[in-house]
């Protein structure tokens, strides 16, 4: 089945600090998507990723997708303590396959 | 348009009893998936259902877990016979897929206490 690591588990920052979190694929994928699922709350869609080497900004988040398609970022500049959450990536296989199979996310502490 | 509705948020059950969780997805919406969260633990891909089929049931357990989706109505998960390993949060989804890619829209969650 598709196995996606991502790194680190858990990160502590102080306000300020930028953070990033990265997502490996050990095969190629069709499509990539973030999530960010609040303490206590839903995971809610960030962005999705299609393109070999796309780059996607949202304000102090930027996301990259890696050339061969195996890899992918997500770095916020600057962290805020509304930032806190755990971040997932949720990457697509393709070839028919609808599912998204998330990793087991980044969980992000902010510091004030 | 109201997001996706998930009943009841939270449900309380005795070892061997059983939790029938609910799901109404976004209007026009038609694909509707599965997903169970461990307390501080990533989300595991249980089924992912369309109208009236299920697509695909991979992250299932064999016994005791059931999914559907019915032309009328909302989609349905139903564990039966629930042990305390059971206890976790069920998050439904539900998205319309064009083919590459899909954004998924989560409800707020079941969470499922077996005593």
């Known amino acids: 089945g598709q196995q996606v690591m991502q790194i680190p588990q858990y990160q502590h920052v102080q306000e300020g600090e930028d953070f990033t979190t990265y997502c490996n694929s050990s095969?190629?994928?069709?499509?990539i998507q973030w999530y960010k699922q609040r303490p206590g709350g839903h995971p809610v869609f960030l962005i999705q990723?299609?393109?070999?080497?796309e780059v996607k900004k949202q304000k102090r988040l930027t996301f990259q997708f890696g050339e061969a398609k195996k890899n992918s970022s997500l770095h916020i500049t600057a962290t805020q303590t509304t930032d806190v959450g755990t971040y997932f990536c949720a990457p697509a296989v393709g070839g028919g396959s609808e599912k998204l199979v998330f990793g087991k996310g980044t969980k992000l502490t902010v510091n004030p | 348009n109201a997001g996706v509705m998930q009943n009841p948020r939270h449900l309380v059950r005795r070892r061997g009893q059983e939790a029938r969780l609910r799901c109404s997805p976004m209007?026009?919406?038609?694909?509707v998936y599965w997903y169970r969260q461990l307390p501080e633990e990533g989300l595991k891909f249980m089924v992912y259902?369309?109208?009236?089929?299920?697509?695909?049931e991979s992250g299932m357990p064999k016994e005791r877990f059931s999914a559907e989706f019915p032309k009328e109505g909302p989609s349905i998960l139903r564990i039966q016979q629930v042990v305390r390993g059971d206890s976790a949060a069920y998050f439904c989804?539900?998205?319309?897929?064009?083919?590459?890619?899909?954004?998924?829209?989560f409800g707020e969650g079941s969470r499922l206490t077996v005593l």
């Open positions: 095969t190629t994928l069709s499509n």
């Open positions: 989804a539900s998205s319309l897929w064009t083919g590459e890619g899909g954004e998924l829209f």
């Open positions: 209007k026009g919406h038609s694909h």
């Open positions: 990723l299609v393109k070999s080497g």
């Open positions: 259902l369309q109208k009236e089929n299920i697509i695909d």
